[in-house]
């Protein structure tokens, strides 16, 4: 789609129009940087911010609607996190019924549990499916709603030579309606307070930057974290030849990947809709148990609370075991306690004794950007960038502000924000553009 047009071409009125183009500095609003000077850009549609699977899926119900929509994306291309932040030999946790976004279901042949590639070439897929053509490069700096005119301006640096180099232009969006799309996992979160990471000699990397396991054949490596990306790391360490550690700080349920041939979560969902949540915690525990025996055995203690209630509570995602555990049960992964501090070769545990590692990989989780770059109060926190308001109530704001894929639900519950963010602003579009005469004065009203 495209992303502008100059104000007079009428054989589209539902394109953004560009209200105002100047040199560096020319509006209020926003400055250019870099040379590329700065405009001001009234976007008839909503403006969605993030060209992931939440910005799709948000896209594609609106289209689905008829509503047209702006896509930003900062990186240059679709589902930027599931293309660079995740490993080669990924696959998705859950079975593909799922991980489908709304409106197109995943193509014949495949995979119960798709790869890491045949998801990415499926949200390829889906964005040509709905004609969705992100504007690329579009770092979004600051959004804010202006009560005087009723819109939002969205203020965005533009990279035009794709490298994340100095910006070319700035551009500031107005809207009526901005959904926030960036996700739970915008940025890699790494951990405070450790002592002595600076003096640390070896490779230190986020699971964001890693890619195969063989780079590290024959190395010892150390991963921090015992969640699934800290397991499946591990794993696929293991399998290519290095020495893996893998560092467990807390107490962790592992379940199986399926349960009598039925995926653990498919399970869980048909259970709830039945049993309390307690019940089925038991359920799955029980079969837990008889399937993987007692992990605290090999150094992965249980939490007193279920799995589930668990998830309900903290959006803490249980462990589902892809083979981890066989080598950690076979001595292959060792599991270690809790870092003390770094050393020059390697790490001082809290139990006082010291190994020295070649690479050290945090698997450390990810967080929400929502708070560096969003000026809003009510509908996020700015202390974990996450809707205030639980599930199923957290996908719509103030003011035209949405929310899409910040339920802790995964992609489905992204299915369910774009769903009703795509009904919402449709109800909204039509009431607005009934008049013939509706698009010209919301284009003055804008300017």
């Not at 990397?205 to 800290?230: A, P, Q, W």
């Not at 950007?369 to 996020?380: A, D, G, I, R, T």
């Amino acid at each position: 789609m495209p992303t502008s047009r100059e104000q007079g071409q009428a054989e589209h009125d539902d394109y953004p129009t560009v209200l105002h183009r100047g040199g560096v500095g020319d509006y209020a609003g926003g400055s250019g940087i870099g040379g590329g000077g700065s405009r001001q850009v009234w976007v008839p549609g909503p403006v969605i911010v993030g060209a992931g699977p939440s910005g799709l899926a948000t896209a594609a119900c609106l289209k689905a609607r008829g509503v047209t929509s702006l896509v930003l994306e900062k990186d240059w291309c679709v589902a930027a996190s599931w293309r660079h932040r995740t490993y080669e030999r990924l696959r998705l946790h859950l079975p593909r019924c799922f991980c489908e976004l709304p409106l197109a279901p995943f193509p014949p042949g495949t995979p119960t549990y798709p790869t890491r590639d045949q998801f990415i070439a499926y949200l390829d897929d889906y964005a040509r499916a709905f004609g969705i053509e992100p504007h690329l490069g579009a770092r979004v700096r600051r959004a804010a709603y202006d009560a005087a005119i009723g819109f939002w301006r969205v203020t965005v640096d533009e990279d035009a030579g794709g490298d994340g180099g100095a910006t070319a232009a700035t551009t500031e969006f107005l809207s009526r309606w901005l959904v926030v799309a960036t996700g739970e996992n915008a940025e890699p979160a790494w951990p405070e307070g450790v002592e002595g990471m600076d003096v640390y000699r070896g490779v230190a990397m986020h699971t964001s930057s890693y890619k195969k396991g063989d780079e590290f054949r024959g190395r010892n490596v150390l991963v921090i974290g015992c969640g699934n990306s800290g397991m499946e790391v591990s794993l696929d360490l293991c399998n290519n030849g290095a020495r893996a550690s893998m560092v467990v700080r807390d107490k962790i349920h592992v379940l199986p990947r399926e349960i009598l041939g039925i995926s653990t979560f498919g399970l869980s969902v048909f259970l709830l809709r039945w049993l309390p949540i307690k019940q089925v915690d038991s359920l799955l525990l029980f079969f837990t148990r008889l399937i993987l025996g007692d992990t605290e055995k090999y150094g992965l203690p249980r939490p007193k609370i279920g799995p589930l209630q668990i998830k309900s509570s903290t959006g803490k995602t249980p462990v589902l075991d892809i083979g981890a555990l066989r080598k950690i049960k076979t001595r292959e992964i060792k599991v270690v306690p809790a870092i003390q501090r770094f050393t020059e070769n390697g790490v001082e545990f809290i139990d006082g004794h010291r190994e020295d590692f070649d690479a050290v990989i945090f698997a450390t989780g990810y967080k929400s950007n929502v708070p560096s770059w969003l000026k809003e109060e009510e509908l996020f926190s700015h202390f974990d960038g996450f809707p205030r308001k639980p599930f199923p109530h957290s996908w719509r704001g103030k003011n035209g502000l949405y929310a899409a894929g910040f339920t802790k639900k995964g992609l489905m519950g992204t299915s369910y924000d774009a769903l009703r963010i795509a009904s919402d602003i449709a109800d909204q579009w039509t009431e607005t553009f009934a008049s013939p005469t509706a698009t010209n004065r919301s284009s003055d009203y804008g300017a």
